[in-house]
Structures are given as structure tokens and as C-alpha cells.
């Protein structure tokens, strides 16, 4: 009487050949020779000369990377790129005085960046009041650049009133922040 494979005899009996095969291959696999690295048999050698003195390593320094000088990041950081207006005015306060300053000591450094000034509101007021105090808040930061040596084919202006405000809030210090001239560099920067 001859016994008949079912499939699932034929899958048990394929299974066993494959990790049989595997055994087999795993077993025959060579592990490499040691060899120390030093040769037991070789003559002694002359004590060797100490290692000349060197000056230590200078310190590593654990702080943030600095930017690129010329690039976006280097202008926010160096310069700042926003200054701030008092409630429905468009002068230039003394501490924004000191920021443009600063720009346009970089702006002068790197001469082939462009820049787009952006006009900013609070959201008290209409919209198109806003627009237009905005728009004189960006002409106001773009003159005082040029009055300090920036050709003003550099710079474009732009408002954008009390449509893209810093902060949501309707506090006091949210509408600070949002009364602002921006100053995005546009072009050229590395």
C-alpha cells in the first residue's frame, strides 16, 4: 500500500528540506582565524619616545551656529527686520531708529539684496484706514533707509492695513505688536 502526499504533507515535507538546507549552509559557514596582532615570537623592541607636547585644543564653543553672513537669518539676527509705531502713528520712534540703522549698516554690507518694506496695523479701524496708515508706516521706514544711503530701487513698499496681524489677540500688547513695519528681504541674500 503506497501512502498519497495531501498538500499539506507536501508544505511539512518542503518546509523541512528548506530549514534542513538552511542548517546545513549555516553549519558548513567559516568563521574567520585569529590572529594576534602582535607576533608571540618577535624581538623585543627599544622603549619608544613619548609623544611630543602639544598645545590643548582651543575650547569648543556648545552655542548655537551663526548664520551666514549675507543670508535672511544673518539680517533678523544682526540687523532686525521689524520695527514698532505707536497707536495711529507713522513716525519713526527712537528705539525703531536704532533697528533701521542697523539695516541699513547690513543693506550697505551686502549690496545686491532687495527689499520689500511691509506696512502693519492693529485691528481697530476700517479696513481701508488701516491700508493707508499702513502704507505710511512702510514709506516711512523706506525713507529713512534711503536717507541713509540705500538706493531706493533696492526697496519696494507694501500694505498689508490690519490683514496679517503678529499676534490674534485684542489686548493691548497684541495690537503693539501688530502696529509694525517689516522688512523682508526679497532678493539676493546667500
Known amino acids: 500500500m503506497m501512502l498519497q502526499a495531501t498538500p499539506r504533507t507536501a508544505r511539512i ?9 538552511l542548517a546545513l549552509v549555516a553549519a558548513c559557514a567559516s568563521k574567520p582565524k585569529y590572529t594576534p596582532a602582535v607576533p608571540v615570537a618577535e624581538a623585543p623592541r627599544a622603549p619608544a619616545e613619548p609623544a611630543p607636547r602639544t598645545a590643548p585644543a582651543e575650547p ?4 548655537p551656529a551663526q548664520p551666514i553672513p549675507g543670508s535672511e537669518q544673518d539680517f533678523v539676527i544682526n540687523a532686525g527686520d521689524r520695527v514698532y509705531f505707536d497707536f495711529d502713528q507713522f513716525a519713526i520712534r527712537p528705539d525703531g531708529g536704532s533697528v533701521l540703522d542697523a539695516q541699513a549698516a547690513w543693506l550697505g554690507r551686502y549690496r545686491n539684496v532687495r527689499v520689500r518694506i511691509e506696512g502693519n496695523c492693529d485691528e481697530r479701524g476700517t479696513r481701508e484706514y488701516n491700508f493707508a496708515l499702513g502704507a505710511r508706516r512702510a514709506q516711512a521706514v523706506r525713507d529713512y533707509l534711503v536717507a541713509r544711503g540705500i538706493d531706493a530701487a533696492r526697496i519696494d513698499v ?7 496681524p503678529i499676534d490674534p489677540g485684542s489686548t493691548e500688547d497684541a495690537w503693539a505688536k ?12 546667500r
Open 60 to 63: 569648543v564653543q556648545s552655542g
Open 178 to 189: 501688530n502696529r509694525n513695519g517689516h522688512t523682508q528681504i526679497t532678493a539676493g541674500a
Open 13 to 21: 515535507a518542503r518546509g523541512a528540506l528548506v530549514a534542513l538546507s
Open 158 to 164: 507694501i500694505s498689508y492695513g490690519k490683514e496679517r
